[in-house]
């Protein structure tokens, strides 16, 4: 992640200075930098000046070089007003430093510990962190205002949105300074509260756990239920597909982090399918088997379906049959609605959950979801299509069939 949210700020005009723990570290991601310009000037979507411009603006160093405190041998930069300099030179003369190391707490910490001592106090401190605390990350340093989440999305070169996260003391001007930052960079940044999942993490989860769900009903088989919300959802990818694309330990590490932190409420419990693919080292594209197997380069289903019949309550049915119609999929078959209205009405739910909580305005949880994730539509305007109370309807009839609160609908269904 390091070396491609350095490609974008270079691309996007900044003078970069990369670092990592090994001098051979940063080399490969120089390398990864380089691979994804030539690739960009064979398509046709670069120049080659603007390659070696690129380039040019990114410097490379290790971490330790960075952090010694021995006075800087850059000159001494303009100082912006108000800035408490206390006259001194600092190591890191730089406006702004994002953090993409490995995810854990008391690494970040020590981290964010020795930046606060080499860069200028003006200087804001980010954190790419997916699913930790940016509140907690800051409480390593001693003004915890310069401290933000600036969470791009994997590839960062090719995925628009960066969540800005505000954690419990991050101030105005450091926010403001990294929205403009990414913004400058040709990046869509929306603002966001330090919650579990942010925005994109947590309204996600239904698509994957519901998805899984399903299959361990025996409801319909991975390559069906991914053709179903690509072709009848507008996905471009189904959940299985893109589970094996990101990883499937990645995702079972979100999904159990988002989980723990809503203190294990069932709406994002981790699927035993999952933990026991995980277990078994089937990861997804990258082990070369998840939910489908790779061998031949074709994706075969690789997870069989033990299919089991069921059957609904006439009163769910007929608020599925609704929900399709207004959803514009009414052609799927009796299951394939079945399978649309739990995975999409899961995502709905969510998104209003997250907004009765505050985690961001309605208009950032939409473009959240539609560039963090390419979904076809942001989910809260989804709803006001479909209509709230036919939304209601079938959350109501899920919540009375299942009745372990999955589908216990947010306030904003409760009031529509
Ligand atoms: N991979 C993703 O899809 C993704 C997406 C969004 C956010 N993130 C977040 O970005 C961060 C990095 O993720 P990643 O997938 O790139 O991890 P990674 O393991 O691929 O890379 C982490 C890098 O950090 C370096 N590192 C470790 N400790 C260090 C230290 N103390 N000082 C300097 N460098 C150190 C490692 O050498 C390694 O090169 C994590 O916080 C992760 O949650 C990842």
Redesign the pocket.
């Known amino acids: ?2 070396a491609g949210i350095a490609q974008v700020a270079a691309a996007g005009g900044a003078s970069v200075l990369l ?4 001098a051979e ?1 940063v080399q490969r ?1 120089l390398e990864g930098i380089r691979k994804n310009l030539d690739r960009a000037v064979e398509k046709g979507k670069l120049g080659a000046a603007q390659r070696e411009a690129t380039l040019g603006r990114i410097r490379t160093s290790t ?1 330790a070089e960075l952090l010694t405190l021995t006075p800087s041998p850059l000159p001494e930069r303009e100082r912006r007003p108000g800035a408490a300099h206390e006259g001194r030179r600092y190591t890191l003369e730089v406006d702004l430093v994002i ?5 854990d707490l008391a ?2 910490q ?2 964010f510990r020795e930046l606060d001592a080499a860069a200028a106090p003006t200087c804001v401190l980010a ?6 605390s940016v509140g907690k990350i800051a409480e390593a340093v001693r003004d915890p205002g310069r401290v933000v989440g600036m ?4 590839p960062a070169p090719l995925m628009p949105l960066v969540e800005i996260i505000a954690g419990r003391a991050s101030c105005a001007e450091a926010l403001d300074f990294a929205f403009n930052a990414a913004k400058a960079w040709g990046k869509t940044p929306v603002r966001a509260k330090d919650t579990p999942g942010f925005i994109v993490n947590r309204v996600a989860r239904g698509y994957y756990l519901e998805a899984l769900r399903l299959l361990g009903e025996g409801v319909g088989g991975i390559d069906e239920i991914d053709q179903v919300m690509r072709v009848h959802g507008g996905f471009k990818m189904g959940p299985f597909e893109l589970m094996d694309l ?1 990883g499937l330990d ?1 995702n079972l590490a979100v999904s159990t982090s988002v989980w723990e932190q809503m203190g294990r409420h069932p709406r994002f419990n981790p699927h035993e399918i999952q933990r026991q693919l995980v277990a078994a080292g089937h990861l997804g594209r990258k082990s070369g088997r998840g939910f489908y197997s790779y061998k031949d380069g074709h994706p075969l289903p690789a997870v069989p379906v033990a299919r089991r019949s069921f059957s609904l309550p006439p009163l769910l049915l007929d608020a599925m049959r609704e929900f399709c119609a207004r959803a514009g999929c009414e052609r799927a078959g009796a299951t394939e609605q079945y399978v649309i209205c739990r995975i999409l009405a899961a995502i709905l739910n969510e998104a209003a959950f997250a907004f009765g909580d505050g985690v961001a305005t309605r208009a950032d949880i939409d473009v959240a979801m539609i560039k963090g994730t390419n979904y076809p539509k942001g989910p809260l305007a989804w709803t006001e299509e479909i209509g709230p109370r036919t939304v209601r309807g079938v959350l109501k009839g899920f919540n009375d069939s299942y009745r372990d609160g999955r589908y216990s609908p947010a306030v904003m269904f409760a009031e529509c």
Do not use: Q
């Not at 954190?127 to 930790?132: H, M, V």
């Not at 969470?151 to 994997?154: D, I, V």
């Open positions: 992640m390091g670092a990592d723990l090994e570290f991601g971490t953090e993409a190391i490995v995810e690494v970040k020590r981290l954190t790419n962190t997916s699913s930790l969470h791009f999305f994997n990101v990645v």
